[in-house]
């Protein structure tokens, strides 16, 4: 099992930048790779980021490139999510979410490859 609480998001204005981050506890949070995901009202759950367990590999949606950065510190149990020039249609609840799978051929973008998930942390950007 893993545990998984986001924080960090709130109300930022466009243009702003807000820093989420994901506490894990419970399983070894090292050995899972990890994702970012986002939800908007009457929107299906999109993939934004993930990171491997060892941190070498990343991967993010196009349409995010450049504007998002994971990472995570494994000698704190955390993940990271740095979104930076907030639009918007950036609003929604932000998951983190964890894969224990040790291999996977293709990057996790599917929320499918995901076995453990938080709760979610909401993200709200004011024109």
């Known amino acids: 099992q893993v545990q998984l609480v986001e924080s960090g998001g709130g109300l930022v204005q466009t243009g702003g930048s807000l820093r989420l981050s994901c506490a894990a506890s419970?399983?070894?949070?090292?050995?899972?790779?990890m994702g970012w995901f986002r939800q908007a009202p009457g929107k299906e759950r999109e993939f934004v980021a993930c990171?491997?367990?060892?941190?070498?590999?990343?991967y993010y949606a196009d349409s995010l490139k450049g504007r998002v950065t994971i990472s995570r510190d494994n000698a704190k149990n955390t993940v990271y999510l740095q979104i930076n020039t907030l639009q918007p249609e950036d609003t929604a609840v932000y998951y983190c979410?964890?894969?224990?799978?040790?291999?996977?051929?293709?990057?996790?973008?599917?929320?499918?490859?995901?076995?453990?998930w938080g709760r979610g942390t909401q993200v709200t950007v004011s024109s």
């Open positions: 979410a964890a894969d224990p799978t040790y291999y996977r051929p293709r990057p996790r973008t599917s929320v499918r490859d995901y076995e453990y």
């Open positions: 419970g399983r070894t949070f090292s050995d899972s790779a």
């Open positions: 990171i491997s367990r060892n941190v070498r590999n990343t």
